[in-house]
């Protein structure tokens, strides 16, 4: 009797480890976007301490209050978009909202999808891949957003990552 239980516990936890292996382990295409755009951290002052000085940074001012909320930056190849965390205070820290990448050399999963993959490829690769809602050209990989813009060939032009909506 002591066995049997044992032995039906033992089987239902390996087909939970199974289904779940299974079932929510879904093979990535990238591992860590951010990583590969060399971003290490989602926090401005971090980023600038990184990167250095972009070619140009932009403070973007809420109208009704005349009050900087987002920073837009650029450098060669990836423009970051900075929203302030604390927008009700006086506080300036800023986070990391999304990447928008044209940098030729950055390169996706096995397929090295990038600026200049045709959008039969990118659709190809993220065939299992979960859409974004109301985004034609937009997938989830894990935890990470990604859009596509396409140039009038039908080529990759932008790439656009990001956590969630």
Do not use: C, H, M
């Given at each position: 009797m002591k066995y049997n239980k044992l032995?039906?516990?033992?089987l239902i936890c390996l087909v939970s480890l199974f289904i779940y292996f299974l079932l929510g382990n879904?093979?990535?295409?990238?591992?860590?976007?951010?990583l590969k755009a060399g971003i290490t951290s989602f926090f401005y002052k971090d980023i600038l301490s990184s990167k250095g000085r972009p070619l140009l940074e932009k403070e973007?001012?809420?109208?009704?209050?005349?009050?900087?909320?987002?920073?837009?930056?650029?450098?060669?190849?990836?423009?970051?978009?900075f929203m302030n965390?604390?927008?009700?205070n006086n506080q300036k820290d800023y986070f990391l909202a999304?990447?928008?990448?044209?940098?030729?050399?950055?390169?996706?999963?096995?397929?090295?999808?990038?600026?200049?993959?045709?959008?039969?490829?990118?659709?190809?690769?993220?065939?299992?891949?979960?859409r974004i809602l109301d985004i034609n050209d937009g997938f989830i990989d894990g935890d990470?957003?990604?859009?596509y813009k396409f140039d009038k060939n039908q080529n990759v032009s932008e790439i656009k990552i990001y956590y969630g909506p």
């Open positions: 032995f039906i516990v033992t879904q093979k990535r295409i990238e591992k860590d976007y951010f973007i001012i809420d109208s009704e209050n005349g009050k900087e909320y987002a920073k837009d930056l650029l450098y060669p190849g990836y423009r970051l978009f965390k604390n927008s009700t999304n990447v928008k990448i044209t940098d030729k050399n950055y390169r996706i999963g096995s397929e090295k999808i990038g600026i200049g993959t045709s959008k039969s490829l990118v659709e190809k690769v993220y065939k299992d891949k979960k990470t957003w990604i859009q």
